[in-house]
Nanobody, 116 residues
Framework: EVHLVESGGALVQPGGSLRLSCAASGFTFSSCVMTWVRQTPGKGLEWISAVNEDGDTAIYADSVKGRYTISRDNAKNTVYLQMNGLKPEDTAVYYC?????????WGRGTQVTVSS
C-alpha cells in the first residue's frame, strides 16, 4: 500500500526558512517523479514543484522559483522541500504526491503558517 507522510510544517516568521520532508513507502520510490502542491482556502490547490526520478531535474512554479528547492534521497525514500524567504502568502497546507501505476497518491499534508 502506498503511503506518503509529510512533516516539517510549522509557524515561521516572514523571511524565515523551513524544510519539509515526505517519507514514502509501498512503491518503488526511485522510479517515480515526486511532486509538491499546496492548498489554501482562498487560492485552492497550487502546484509547486516536481523532481524527476534521479533527482537531477527539478521544476518550479513561478511563485516559488528562486526561493524553494526540491530534492530527494532515494536511499531514504524521502523527498524534501527547502523553503527560504517565506512570505505570508506561502501559508498553506503542503502535500507531496506521486503517480504510481497510473494512479495519483497524496499524503495528508503539513501546515505551514508564515506570520509575524
Amino acid at each position: 500500500e502506498v503511503h506518503l507522510v509529510e512533516s516539517g510544517g510549522a509557524l515561521v516568521q516572514p523571511g524565515g526558512s523551513l524544510r519539509l520532508s515526505c517519507a514514502a513507502s509501498g512503491f518503488t520510490f526511485s522510479s517515480c517523479v515526486m511532486t509538491w502542491v499546496r492548498q489554501t482556502p482562498g487560492k485552492g490547490l497550487e502546484w509547486i514543484s516536481a523532481v524527476n526520478e534521479d533527482g537531477d531535474t527539478a521544476i518550479y512554479a513561478d511563485s516559488v522559483k528562486g526561493r524553494y528547492t526540491i530534492s530527494r534521497d532515494n536511499a531514504k525514500n524521502t523527498v524534501y522541500l527547502q523553503m527560504n524567504g517565506l512570505k505570508p502568502e506561502d501559508t498553506a497546507v503542503y502535500y507531496c504526491g506521486s503517480d504510481v501505476l497510473a494512479r495519483s497518491y497524496w499524503g495528508r499534508g503539513t501546515q505551514v503558517t508564515v506570520s509575524s
